[in-house]
């Protein structure tokens, strides 16, 4: 039997995280995504994994979904993949302290399968409000499903590390790291793609500059969000 007591004092890596950045906004909606039942994936997961880093956050790198360390340990990219973005921020004197990272889809598929389109769905009002807290200048797409987001009727092999502007900020495509720890040819590749991260984010502080409130980006602003009540009934 749950100990209520326990229960309520007990707060995920992610939400101790969210606390100790002092991000408004984010323990919050990282709370809510902890009790969310909107699609199949609540019934399997350990966890949650809403994200983890400051709002807000200049630079905002979006992935696919939690895999299995993520689902035990409650944070986003700490396995293999993760370890490989490490090194990736490293090498362009960043670090995930300083960068949001999160998910296109919070909760594990099982068996580290694609994730499926109403499980997405079911997840978007909550990216969408992530982003919102976020603020980001620079958004960095980690594979196909984040990228689908913004781009469509391409293929990231066509548009890969090619920004584009939506509203104030950028949102640039990048290949998933786990992508290129399968494929050497691609480690080159997104090596190269993240070498222009510091000149894209000199990039959008100048857009962010000129245009400080035009906030709209249209990716986003096609998505009305719906109140938590609304989401559960997604279900
Ligand atoms: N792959 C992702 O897309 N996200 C993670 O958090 C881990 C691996």
């Known amino acids: 039997m749950s100990d209520p007591i326990a229960d309520a004092a007990y707060a995920s ?3 101790e995280d969210a606390r100790r950045t002092g991000a408004p906004g984010l323990v919050e909606l990282y709370e809510e995504i902890a009790d969310c039942p909107a699609c199949g994936l609540a019934r399997t997961r350990t966890q949650t994994v809403p994200g983890s880093g400051p709002a807000p956050a200049e630079v905002m790198c979006i992935g696919e979904a939690p895999g299995a360390r993520e689902d035990e340990q ?12 490490d090194e990736l921020l490293g090498d362009i004197g960043m670090s995930r302290e300083t960068v949001h990272i999160a998910n296109v889809v919070k909760c594990r598929p099982p068996g580290n399968r694609d994730p499926q389109p109403e499980e997405i769905a079911a997840c978007q009002p909550f990216l969408d409000r992530q982003i919102a807290l976020v603020d980001p200048l620079l958004i960095v797409t980690l594979g196909r499903f984040s990228m689908a987001r913004w781009f469509s009727g391409t293929t990231i092999s066509r548009i890969h590390g090619q920004p584009k ?27 190269a793609d993240f070498a222009r991260i510091p000149a894209l984010i000199e990039e959008a502080r100048a857009i962010r500059a000129e245009a400080p409130s035009d906030a709209t980006d249209p990716a986003l602003a096609a998505t009305a969000v719906p109140p938590p009540s609304e989401q559960r009934a997604l279900l």
């Open 13 to 15: 890596p992610a939400i």
């Open 74 to 85: 409650g944070l986003p990219f700490v396995g293999a993949a993760g370890r490989f973005l």
């Open 165 to 191: 502007r939506f509203g104030n900020r950028l949102v640039v495509p990048m290949f998933h790291p786990a992508a290129a720890l399968r494929r050497g040819d691609l480690r080159t590749v997104i090596h």
